[in-house]
């Protein structure tokens, strides 16, 4: 199993462009999440989906979008990048919500520097 | 917003020696977590207490729960190189969603 994975790795845009950041999973979980670190603090959640076809804004959610068509792949997408967009962004998928099973998986992250 | 606070933001240990890094909360929680990140990775779980549990191991981990004064402590015994990375715990409160700390940053000399 490949778990959480990312694409991509690194991306450099310049103010104004967008992108689409893609997150798929291999272990038929139900919740799927975005999240953006920042240096010092911490991740702060972005978008979730409790399942294919849903979404919810987090914590963050500003200047992103995304969509979950598939139960295995969710989306961030950026419409028109800012600097403050600089970023890594981790997807995570877990499970369900249960208070029991709510171990969260990560991808390996992606890195954005908005120029 | 942030729930879960980590102390001390960082620690340097020499190998064999413990560590231990604290995480305090704000509201009652469902689970608390604790996550690992090595430099340049994604987090890695390793280890859920539940809001009912006071102790719980793995391996050469223990962590602590005290839902009293809303914290958590996580004890590494007998470092390793391999230990280095950022150490962050996560709450869950009323629903599914975790709030992550800023993390702890430990540092294992050799």
């Known amino acids: 199993n490949a778990g959480v994975t990312q694409t991509p790795k690194f991306r450099v845009l310049k103010t104004g462009q967008s992108m689409t950041l893609l997150c798929a999973q291999d272990?038929?979980?139900?919740?799927m999440y975005w999240y953006r670190q920042d240096p010092g603090m911490g991740l702060r959640l972005i978008h979730y989906s409790v399942g294919e076809g849903t979404t919810a804004k987090g914590e963050v959610p500003d200047g992103y979008n995304v969509s979950r068509l598939k139960k295995q792949n969710f989306l961030l997408g950026l419409e028109s990048a800012a600097p403050s967009q600089t970023s890594v962004y981790f997807c995570?998928?877990?499970?369900?919500?249960?208070?029991?099973?709510?171990?969260?998986?990560f991808g390996p992250g992606t890195r954005l520097t908005v120029l | 917003s942030q729930q879960g606070e980590e102390d001390p933001q960082a620690l340097s240990i020499q190998e064999g020696e413990n560590a231990t890094m604290n995480c305090s909360y704000k509201?009652?929680?469902?689970?608390l977590q604790w996550y690992r990140q090595n430099s340049g990775r994604g987090l890695v779980h390793l280890i859920l207490i539940r809001s009912n549990e006071r102790e719980k191991h793995s391996g050469r981990l223990r962590v602590t729960l005290d839902t009293s004064k809303k914290s958590s402590s996580l004890l590494i015994t007998a470092s390793r190189a391999a230990d280095t990375a950022s150490y962050f715990c996560?709450?869950?409160?009323?629903?599914?969603?975790?709030?992550f700390g800023a993390g702890t940053t430990v540092t294992v000399r050799a």
């Open positions: 995570a998928s877990s499970f369900s919500g249960s208070t029991l099973y709510n171990e969260q998986f």
């Open positions: 509201t009652s929680i469902n689970n």
């Open positions: 996560a709450v869950e409160s009323n629903d599914y969603k975790l709030s």
């Open positions: 272990m038929n979980h139900e919740y």
